[in-house]
């Protein structure tokens, strides 16, 4: 019998449901943002909040590489000394809250 590996690939959406719910369990408030027609450019995937800290959450599949648009509302959000992650998996967004 030949037993053949298989690489389990986690989607974009399998890492927000992921972050959705680790953030349910540690009672952060938090909701995502809507992409569409007349958003900000760049904006992150969620925004959550506990104790004072906010954090602007862009969600993308392991590997995945931000848009210019991105790559510049994580510049200005840095500048004003906010908190903004791009997490790629559950575990990156476990070092950041615990």
């Given at each position: 019998m030949i037993l053949k590996r298989f690489k389990f690939k986690l989607s974009e959406?399998?890492?927000?449901?992921?972050?959705?719910?680790?953030?349910?369990?540690?009672?952060?408030?938090?909701?995502?943002?809507?992409?569409g027609l007349g958003s900000f450019d760049g904006i992150p995937d969620r925004i959550a909040i506990k104790n004072g800290r906010t954090l602007y959450l862009e969600i993308k599949k392991p590997g995945g590489k931000q848009s210019p648009?991105?790559?510049?509302?994580?510049?200005n959000i840095k500048f004003q000394k906010g908190e903004y992650y791009l997490i790629d998996d559950l575990d990156s967004l476990i070092k950041i809250i615990g």
């Open positions: 959406n399998d890492i927000k449901t992921q972050v959705k719910q680790y953030l349910d369990l540690r009672g952060w408030y938090h909701f995502p943002i809507l992409q648009g991105q790559v510049d509302f994580e510049r």
